[in-house]
């Protein structure tokens, strides 16, 4: 929980009385690598927070093929946020792509622990400021940039995330095949 | 006031002298078509709800040419939400598209809202999730669909948008050339 309430106080001012009490309303839950936290066309009911680890969001094109959407790591919050408020059928699925720590919070918990401590809406309008912005950014990103320039900006912002994901999800998340990934990275060490 | 209300009441049971309290922290205000509400690399220090009308958010790409990152209608709120919270340069500039009228919230005026009715937190809360769900479909939608697949997507189920937005700016949006766009909509005609 110490990783949640350490993110909470970034964003608001809470007595050490009321982080605990946070606490009572989530789960804490562990998935194996290549586990699903959630799965395409099933009930969203549930956000995570993740405390250790990585998941990708991703989906299944109309060829079959899985398409890498974003990744979640540290800090971040992650569902099918489109599905979850009305608890529909996620569109996405939420896989770990390293074996992955999460704290659960269910539609109905949020529901009770917005309604103890309304003060948490704060924290959950800058998450999801910041959260917009970021997917904007990464919109401007996709308009500006050849997909060779994206790889070089994400390898040169983000070194320890690129050395992370595998290579093939990776390529996935950049809109790229494997086999051109892999070209750009022989090209960048020779 | 009345379309900032109604949308607010969407999301928050609120008594209509809290209603009226909000309204204190607006300003009104008009933008001709092709003003600028907000200009890249300029003091980001508001925010606003779109009453009427249509706004672009757009940026310079390094080549010069204006890439519109998306548009923002009636009842969405829009600025550079990265600059906004820290109050810094925009990446981005937001530019009328037809006259338009809007309700500006200054950031002091939001921080001064937020201290007297906390419970706006919420709609924010509820209005960013939207935002972020929607932005991240819209990757989805550009890593699924080709650039035609995708116009004829904006066609389908926003026919009334398409037809109000100039046809260089919905090119540029959907990353199209003007004159490939003219050519798809001459195919779909005949």
């Known amino acids: 929980m110490d990783t949640l309430f350490a993110h909470i106080q970034k964003y608001l001012k809470i007595s050490p009385e009321k982080l605990t009490c946070i606490g009572n309303y989530f789960e804490e839950r562990t998935y ?3 586990e699903f936290l959630l799965r395409e066309n099933s009930h969203c009911k549930e956000k995570f927070f993740i405390c250790q680890g990585l998941v990708q969001i991703c989906f ?3 060829n079959g093929n899985l398409q890498t959407l974003d990744f979640a790591l540290k800090n971040w919050w992650t569902t099918d946020f489109n599905a979850f408020p009305s608890q529909s059928n996620s569109q996405y ?7 992955t720590k999460v704290l659960v919070l269910s539609f109905e ?3 009770l622990l917005l309604k103890e401590l309304p003060e948490i809406e704060r924290y959950f309008h800058h998450i999801f400021q910041q ?5 904007q ?3 401007k990103l996709l308009y500006s940039l050849s997909r060779e320039e994206l790889y070089e900006h994400f390898q040169r912002n983000y070194p320890q995330f690129t050395q992370r994901v595998p290579q093939y999800l990776l390529a996935s998340f950049l809109g790229l095949s494997s086999e051109y990934l892999s070209k ?3 090209k960048r060490i020779s």
């Open 93 to 99: 699925s939420i896989q770990a792509v390293e074996q």
């Open 32 to 34: 194996k690598k290549k």
């Open 131 to 135: 959260a917009y912005s970021a997917t």
């Open 184 to 186: 750009i990275r022989k």
């Open 60 to 62: 299944t094109k109309e």
């Open 137 to 139: 950014n990464r919109i």
């Open 109 to 111: 918990n949020q529901e």
